[in-house]
C-alpha cells in the first residue's frame, strides 16, 4: 500500500513570508497528525483531526499556524507570517482506529526561514 | 504531564559491539511503548513495540521489554552492524485508538567498520 505522502520535500523562505504543506495519509486511516522537529529534537505533536475534525491542537502556535482537513481525507498546514524559530522538519503521520495505535510517518518537509 | 527521557547521544560503537540505549518514561496510565528508528535521509519508521507489562517487542535483531516496575524500555541489540546507523527514538503512546505519541529526545548511533 502507498505510504503517507508529504510536498514540497524542501522549502526555503525569508522571516514574515508565508509557507504551505500538504499531506495525504495512507488511505483509509482516518487520524491524521502534524508534527514539528526541530534539529536535535524529538518530534512534537502540533495538531491532531480524526476524520475532519479537530482531536487536539494545545501545542499549535494559533497566532501563527492553521492546519485544515476538510474532506477528512488529506491535510494542509501553513504557517502565517514564518519565524526563524520555525525551521523544521515539518512530519506528517497517520493511523487507523483499529487496535494499538500505530502511526506511519511521511517523509517530511524541511522547512528553513532565512 | 506524560514524558519519555532517553540517553543522550551520540553513541559511536565498533561493528558487532553490544548496544544497549536506554529509555524511561512516565506516564500517569498504562501506556504503550514504542521505538522508531530514523535512517539517513529517510522517514520515521516503527522499529518494535510493547503493549503491556513484560512485553517484548523484537525487530531486525533489536528487542526491548516493557518494564512497569522501573518504567523502561531499553533498546538492546547484540551485534550491530554499519547499516544499524541511525537516530532512535523511544515513545509512548496512551492505550487507546488514535492517542498522540510522545517522543524523546532521540539518541544518534554511529557504528564504526
Known amino acids: 500500500e502507498a505510504g503517507v505522502a508529504q510536498s514540497p520535500r524542501y522549502k526555503i523562505i525569508e522571516k514574515r513570508q508565508s509557507v504551505a504543506f500538504w499531506c495525504n495519509p495512507i488511505?483509509?486511516?482516518?487520524?491524521l497528525y502534524w508534527y514539528q522537529q526541530i534539529l536535535g529534537q524529538g518530534p512534537k505533536l502540533l495538531i491532531q483531526?480524526?476524520?475532519?475534525?479537530?482531536?487536539?491542537d494545545s501545542q499549535l502556535p494559533k497566532d501563527r499556524f492553521s492546519a485544515e482537513r476538510l474532506k477528512g481525507v488529506d491535510s494542509t498546514l501553513k504557517i502565517q507570517p514564518a519565524k526563524l524559530e520555525d525551521s523544521a522538519v515539518y512530519l506528517c503521520?497517520?493511523?487507523?482506529?483499529?487496535?494499538?495505535?500505530?502511526?506511519?510517518f511521511g517523509p517530511g518537509t524541511r522547512l528553513t526561514v532565512l | 504531564g506524560d514524558s519519555v527521557t532517553q540517553m543522550e547521544g551520540p553513541v559511536t560503537l565498533s561493528e558487532e559491539a553490544f548496544l544497549t540505549i536506554n529509555c524511561t518514561y512516565t506516564?500517569?496510565?498504562?501506556?504503550?511503548l514504542f521505538w522508531y528508528v530514523q535512517y539517513p535521509g529517510e522517514g520515521l519508521q516503527l522499529l518494535l513495540k510493547?503493549?503491556?507489562?513484560?512485553d517484548k517487542g523484537s525487530n531486525k535483531g533489536f528487542e526491548a521489554t516493557y518494564r512497569k516496575e522501573t518504567t523502561s524500555f531499553h533498546l538492546e541489540k547484540g551485534s550491530v552492524q554499519v547499516s544499524d546507523s541511525a537516530v532512535y527514538f523511544c515513545?509512548?503512546?496512551?492505550?487507546?485508538?488514535?492517542?498522540?505519541?510522545?517522543f524523546g529526545s532521540g539518541t544518534r548511533l554511529s557504528i564504526r567498520p
Open positions: 515513545a509512548l503512546s496512551e492505550n487507546s485508538s488514535a492517542s498522540k505519541i510522545i
Open positions: 510493547a503493549t503491556k507489562a513484560d
Open positions: 488511505s483509509g486511516h482516518a487520524t
Open positions: 483531526f480524526q476524520n475532519n475534525g479537530v482531536v487536539d
Open positions: 503521520a497517520s493511523s487507523s482506529l483499529a487496535g494499538v495505535n500505530e502511526q506511519f
Open positions: 506516564a500517569t496510565g498504562y501506556p504503550s
